[in-house]
């Protein structure tokens, strides 16, 4: 034990107490290979998408990159309770308390064993169902389902990576998730190469590349804590379930997790409008979120960045320190989305175009990344107070007010503009396709500025101390 309680000067290098030092250099260095491991990690869908785009056919591409509401609805959740093993890991860092660490790093572990089992089979149950609800043609059915399938058959690697990674991560060590996904990604894009151009097996191949290269990712990371000799160490022998820490994980992690799962699932309803405009409209969605999500890494890194940092810093008692760790990681978010926005909005069609060569997609593609790029600024605001708050282990009211934006609004937001403003405006005038398909994506914006409103609101107003599992004696 006394091994446990004591930080060796071997790991100083890997583990990083945010509660003292530079607040900018603490939040760029823990960002920035988280970053570049999050691009990586997008890499996996992505190249699956440009693979089948260019080799395979513009079915199968629609068919892919249609799924990832799905894949994202069950990943979010899993990923909200990863967020509450972190957050809870963070604070106790903080507090130099390191055998409660311990026992939050084994209880992470069997917790994510037990999720996996479950996770693939709800998977692979609700994949036809998802699929209708999302009016999924029939020219693109079967190619998503053989995807869908084959992937939640493999989700317990990418579960297994994520959880391990959010431990290195809630103590400072964004680096060796990096290095692991880069690894990752590299035999994935090889695989897929392999797997589409040389055995001809298409969509199926693809998905089988992913899993593949998620399992090795999982093993990495496995390695690492196996043979880590600070607080984060996993041991066999020490696996168990410890139902005090479970419960305050469960305490952070199921609203974000019940946010993530919920909105993605409301994802699944948006699709079905995007679907509505047929295959090229399919594939021009499915681009432009691609591009999307490259956009929104930066912002997402930072956010993870202050989550730990408000984490630790809570637990050391400095919420003074973890307040001006926020505002700091606000002006980088927005600096670094804006910088990326600029190229993405004056060359769009060369983006698209990467993904898919056909002119009607790439002119929808175009349409939506010049619209809508200009509000991730919002983003940058409703994420990094989420962030925040769920460092501090408030993560309820973040979930009540991204659900309420995410979900509520933007269902009757579609509703309404399909039922009623565009049957109007068509009744006094001539609507083009793209003059609808822009309206239709605007809900995004929408939610996305409501959502930024209300958790600004809420930020200001709310004392950290309140919610932090480390108290004051």
């Known amino acids: 034990m006394e091994q446990i309680q004591k930080r060796t000067t071997n790991t100083a290098r890997r583990d990083v107490d945010m509660t003292q030092g530079s607040i900018w250099r603490h939040l760029l260095v823990f960002a920035f290979p988280l970053l570049l491991g999050n691009i990586f990690q997008q890499l996996y869908n992505m190249v699956d998408t440009w693979v089948v785009g260019n080799y395979v056919s513009n079915e199968a591409f629609s068919a892919v990159g249609s799924v990832g509401s799905i894949i994202n609805m069950l990943i979010g959740f899993f990923g909200g309770l990863a967020s509450g093993a972190g957050a809870v890991i963070s604070q106790y860092y903080g507090a130099k308390k390191n055998d409660r660490v311990s026992d939050t790093v084994h209880t992470a572990i069997v917790m994510t064993l037990i999720l996996g089992v479950v996770l693939t089979v709800i998977g692979l149950a609700i994949t036809p169902l998802m699929l209708n609800l999302m009016n999924t043609p029939d020219s693109v059915f079967d190619d998503s389902k053989t995807y869908l399938s084959i992937y939640f058959s493999g989700i317990l690697g990418l579960m297994l990576y994520n959880m391990g990674a959010g431990i290195l991560r809630a103590v400072g060590d964004s680096r060796r998730p990096f290095y692991f996904l880069v690894v990752s990604a590299l035999i994935n894009t090889g695989l897929d190469l392999l797997f589409v151009l040389v055995f001809g097996m298409g969509v199926g191949g693809v998905a089988l590349a992913t899993i593949i290269a998620q399992g090795v990712s999982a093993v990495l990371v496995l390695l690492t804590l196996l043979r880590s000799d600070s607080c984060i160490r996993l041991q066999f022998n020490r696996l168990r379930l410890h139902f005090d820490i479970l419960k305050d994980i469960v305490k952070i992690g199921i609203p974000a997790a019940l946010q993530m799962a919920v909105t993605a699932f409301s994802n699944v309803f948006v699709q079905s409008y995007i679907n509505n405009f047929g295959p090229d409209g399919m594939s021009g969605w499915t681009a432009y979120a691609k591009i999307d999500q490259l956009i929104l890494l930066p912002m997402q890194s930072v956010s993870l960045a202050s989550t730990t940092f408000v984490a630790q810093n809570l637990g050391s008692r400095q919420e003074a320190r973890a307040r ?29 175009a990467f993904f898919n060569s056909k002119a009607e997609v790439i002119s929808l593609g175009a349409l939506l990344l010049r619209w809508i790029s200009p509000f991730y600024v919002l983003c940058c605001v409703n994420q990094i107070y989420a962030g925040a708050l769920r460092g501090a282990g408030n993560s309820r009211s973040s979930m009540i007010i991204m659900l309420c934006s995410f979900v509520v609004f933007r269902q009757i937001f579609l509703y309404v503009l399909t039922n009623g403003v565009i049957p109007y405006l068509q009744s006094i005038m001539e609507l083009t396709v793209e003059s609808r398909y822009i309206l239709t994506a ?20 709310t004392k950290f101390t309140k919610t932090a599992i480390i108290k004051e004696n």
Do not use: E, N, Q
Request: proline share 6%; glycine share 4%; aromatic share 12%.
């Open 442 to 461: 605007m809900s995004y914006p929408a939610g996305w500025l409501l959502a930024t409103v209300l958790i600004s609101v809420y930020y200001h107003h």
């Open 324 to 352: 001006r760790g926020v505002r700091d990681a606000l002006l980088i978010s927005i600096a670094t989305t804006v910088l990326c926005m600029i190229p993405v909005i004056l060359f769009a069609p060369t983006f698209v």
